[in-house]
């Protein structure tokens, strides 16, 4: 577990200096966050860094994880794809057993949340839990971590009377936010420096990597980190790859994914990238436990450059990982991956396998150009997207929602 | 005499922006201007200013998100351009700039034939900002040692002090100047030249860059002549 002072090495003194001054008004104060899953997805992992240092500034922080069946994460997976746009169809059994699972985890859940001065109940799967608090002493945030920016009406509308009750609620960009009768804040992600993901690792634990998943260092290597999802696109990078393999013969590539327990059409999907790879050699399909951190860590920084072709993303904290490995990024023209991959600056925003073959075949013939943008990527990274900045916006809401929301609030 | 007794000493201080989401989008021209004329008066700030403390790697002559967005969204440059010129810290108040970013964008609408549309996805998304400010309990007696002080000052204290500050003081002023002011004639100089110092067209880690060479150019110089 680091420390706040850890931070300062990477950060600034000045930067930790300011979480300090932001939280001293809510020291004490008890603070409670809610999500589906302790492993796997960008939730967990940020929870698992943020309530640590939160508590370390003296904020009483504690995070709470609602349970469910089968059915349950079929549901929420539902959801999911639902928000980021795609048609679904859910069984009103499925909606049933949602409702019921969150009544039956408010139930266990009422003793931390009714007298926490602050709740942040993430993502769609624990939301109904605020209808069930109804003696709440604290304010409710929503925090959406989900590209809803085309959302598919019917699932939006299911859920919209779950939400209209919080305080407030939190977007990753400005294009998801909905209508709602309260303020909707706007705070991207972050990663954290320190993480086993992110940290700078031995030499010779980087070129392990090679001979752990038969790769030759010699030849180029594109890599595309990320869960076997749809939306995610690998079939799309497999094409990219092989568009790219006819005019750079050597190009290797690595896609490599775990999966989350929330997360059960993940298997169907890896089908497909088997069935696209069509047995090339030069394919490295990987399924990574969800621990893989160190692996997926050196992955990142043997590869030339890294993927994200998304074609709906929330925000891509694999994009930060790979820009703040000083890798150049080729991701798909979407959610907060525009954001972060900046065309000629951090990498290329891209919209079609071709357009991602275009880009590989350019970074891979100008190897000054792919150095430079990968510095640049890198510093963009230190100064917006790190877990400090993350947090400092989270203290300022808090400041913000605990003196009564006004437009300028000074703190002595 | 020695005057720094006689002034209250610097309080340094520091900020944090949150933005808010309005739910105002435009995807015409002609919807950016209906937004802009109903939008509060933060949202406006928020579009010339709050981007400094927010990511943001775009090309300099495009320091305005309506600037930015009318050239990457509606492919409009000459519109871009003429938004982009607008400087915030000529106009008395954020009315008046709203009514000349409304007299750009309608002399536009006036001679164009077509209105050009951003795609669905590249709307312009209005934003508005609240701020916290917090006590880096730090002071500053004498004005000769700012120089030493504002290298090591957040770039979001900067923002703070040297733009936030043109909305708090009733002269429209930064903080330093507000100071300085009080020691009488003695700092016209420095004041002069930190009215000099345009904040629109520099990032803030430049901006922390301008005042510093500012400063210690005018120290410097007072210390030859032995002004001091």
Redesign the interface.
């Known amino acids: 577990m680091e420390s706040l002072h850890a931070y300062a090495d990477i950060v600034g003194h000045e930067v930790i200096d300011q979480l300090r001054q932001l939280a001293a008004p809510l020291k004490n104060r008890k603070v409670v966050h809610v999500n589906s899953t302790r492993m796997g997805g960008g939730v967990a992992e940020i929870l698992n860094k943020l309530i640590p240092l939160m508590n370390e500034l003296g904020i009483e922080t504690h995070w709470e994880v609602i349970s469910g069946n089968t059915d349950f994460y079929q549901c929420t997976k539902s959801f999911h794809n639902g928000l980021q746009g795609n048609t679904v169809n859910i069984p009103s059994n499925l909606l049933r057993n949602f409702e019921e699972t969150n009544r039956e985890n408010a139930t266990l859940l009422r003793p931390a949340l009714q007298d926490a001065d602050l709740v942040f109940i993430h993502d769609p799967q624990p939301a109904p839990l605020l209808e069930h608090i109804s003696d709440r002493k604290g304010k409710w945030i929503w925090r959406c971590h989900i590209d809803v920016s085309h959302p598919y009406r019917p699932v939006w509308k299911y859920l919209r009377p779950f939400l209209a009750g919080y305080d407030a609620s939190i977007w990753s960009l400005p294009d998801f936010a909905q209508t709602l009768p309260h303020p909707q804040y706007i705070i991207p992600p972050s990663i954290d420096p320190l993480s086993d993901k992110n940290i700078a690792l031995p030499e010779e634990e980087i070129s392990g990597i090679y001979a752990e998943f038969d790769i030759d260092p010699d030849r180029p290597l594109v890599t595309q980190i990320s869960r076997y999802d749809r939306f995610k696109d690998p079939v799309g990078v497999v094409a990219a790859y092989q568009l790219s393999k006819r005019f750079i013969p050597g190009l290797q590539l690595v896609l490599a994914g775990g999966g989350a327990s929330d997360d059960p059409e993940g298997e169907a999907v890896l089908d497909e990238v088997y069935a696209a790879a069509n047995g090339d050699p030069d394919i490295k399909i990987l399924l990574l436990p969800a621990d893989a951190h160190r692996k997926i860590n050196a992955l990142q920084r043997v590869s030339d450059i890294v993927l994200q072709k998304s074609t709906r993303e929330g925000f891509g904290l694999t994009v930060t990982e790979a820009l703040w490995k000083g890798r150049p990024v080729i991701g798909g023209n979407t959610g907060g991956i525009r954001l972060q991959v900046i065309n000629h600056h951090t990498g290329f925003l891209v919209s079609t396998p071709e357009g991602a073959a275009l880009r590989i075949r350019y970074l891979l013939n100008h190897r000054d150009i792919l150095e430079h943008m990968g510095k640049t990527a890198q510093e963009f990274v230190r100064d917006h997207f790190l877990l400090t900045r993350h947090l400092r916006e989270y203290l300022t809401l808090m400041v913000i929602l605990s003196k009564n929301n006004s437009d300028r609030i000074m703190l002595s | 005499m020695n005057n720094t007794t006689q002034v209250m000493p610097f309080s340094f201080k ?1 900020c ?6 309005t ?1 105002r989008r435009a995807q015409t021209l002609r919807e950016l201007r209906d937004h802009i004329q109903q939008v509060q008066p ?1 949202s406006i700030y928020y579009h010339f200013w709050g981007g400094r403390l ?2 943001q ?1 775009d090309e300099p002559e495009y320091n305005n998100d309506f600037a930015g967005w009318v050239r990457h969204a509606l492919r409009d440059h000459s519109t871009a351009e003429q938004l982009a010129v607008i400087d915030p810290t000529e106009f008395e108040s954020l009315e008046d700039l709203r009514a000349e970013i409304i007299e750009v964008i309608e002399a536009r609408l006036y001679e164009q034939e077509m209105v050009p549309w951003s795609k ?2 590249e ?1 312009f ?1 209005f ?1 508005r900002s ?8 730090h002071s500053l007696e004498d004005p000769a040692r700012l120089g030493d002080e504002i290298p ?1 000052t ?1 770039t ?1 204290s900067i923002f703070y002090h040297f733009i936030d500050a043109r909305r708090r003081s009733p002269k429209g002023r930064d903080d330093f100047s507000n100071w300085l002011e009080g020691f009488g004639d003695r700092y016209v100089g420095l004041i002069e030249r930190l009215a000099d110092v345009d904040p629109y067209f520099s990032t803030l880690s430049e901006l922390r860059n301008q005042l510093t060479d500012v400063i210690e150019h005018y120290f410097h110089e007072t210390e030859s002549k032995g002004g001091m």
């Open positions: 520091d944090a922006l949150s933005a808010i989401a739910g933060d927010q990511p790697f669905p996805d709307k998304s934003i609240q701020i916290v400010v917090f006590d880096r309990h090591h957040t979001s």
